[in-house]
């Protein structure tokens, strides 16, 4: 996009009521602006980004998409341990699967919840 489409994008979300934040996009580090239904938008990217509060502070700010990839890049990984737990004898071995597959589903889980606090 041109630096012209760019402002002009820009000055289009503050006359329909968007503020500028003083947060950053996290993929093009260009600022966000907050739209009147609480959301955040980056103007670059022309996409809605999540942002993360632990203790009252913004942890991270992590595009939507990203947690959409992530999400099912992780399904994905634990259907294929599941196959791998199914086929594996040897004690060792199917507690080394465990322990990856809980790590997976904690991350999973983790994701689903930054998910859904980007949504409220
Ligand atoms: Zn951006």
Redesign the pocket.
């Given at each position: 996009m041109s630096e012209a489409n760019e402002l002009r994008s820009m000055a289009d979300l503050l006359r329909s009521g968007a503020t500028l934040t003083s947060l950053?996009?996290?993929?093009?580090?260009?600022p966000?602006f907050k739209m009147r239904s609480g959301e955040l938008w980056?103007?670059?990217?022309?996409?809605r980004?999540v942002v993360v509060k632990e203790d009252g502070e913004i942890a991270e700010a992590v595009?939507t998409p990203l947690l959409e990839a992530l999400e099912s890049t992780l399904i994905r990984k634990i259907e294929e341990l599941n196959e791998k737990i199914r086929g594996e004898n040897e004690i060792g071995q199917l507690q080394r699967l465990g322990e990856v597959l809980s790590t997976m589903l904690e991350s999973l889980e983790r994701v689903r919840r930054m998910k859904k606090r980007g949504k409220t």
């Open positions: 950053s996009c996290p993929a093009c580090a260009s966000l980056c103007a670059r990217c022309k996409k980004v595009a």
